[in-house]
């Protein structure tokens, strides 16, 4: 499993307050993160990404992109703009 599945099945067990701690944590050893507005995405070191949104009244929104899936994405859309000079822009 990759480490952006592990973090949404964990964030699924446990409360916001919890799951903000959870995040901060994991935003130490992330590869790279990114603020848009009310969205959070963080990339992991395996390549992985989560989508993170915290809707307010207890609520997290969190989407995960497979290693293998983010090719694809960022074909598209470049939330990691700074972490790819070469070819990929």
């Known amino acids: 499993m990759h480490k952006a599945a592990q973090l949404s099945k ?9 799951g903000m701690k959870l995040i ?3 935003l130490q050893t992330a590869l790279n993160f990114d603020v848009f507005g009310d969205v959070q995405c963080i990339m992991h070191d395996d390549g992985s990404v989560n ?4 809707h307010g009244h207890g609520v997290i929104t969190c989407h995960s992109i497979s290693t ?18 070469g070819g990929i822009q």
């Not at 964990?10 to 919890?18: A, T």
């Not at 989508?51 to 915290?54: A, D, F, N, T």
């Not at 293998?68 to 990691?80: A, C, M, S, T």
């Open 10 to 18: 964990q964030l699924e067990q446990v409360s916001v307050p919890d």
């Open 24 to 26: 901060e944590k994991t």
């Open 51 to 54: 989508i993170l949104e915290l």
């Open 68 to 85: 293998e899936n983010i090719l694809k994405v960022l074909h598209h859309y470049r939330p990691f703009s700074d972490l790819f000079k």
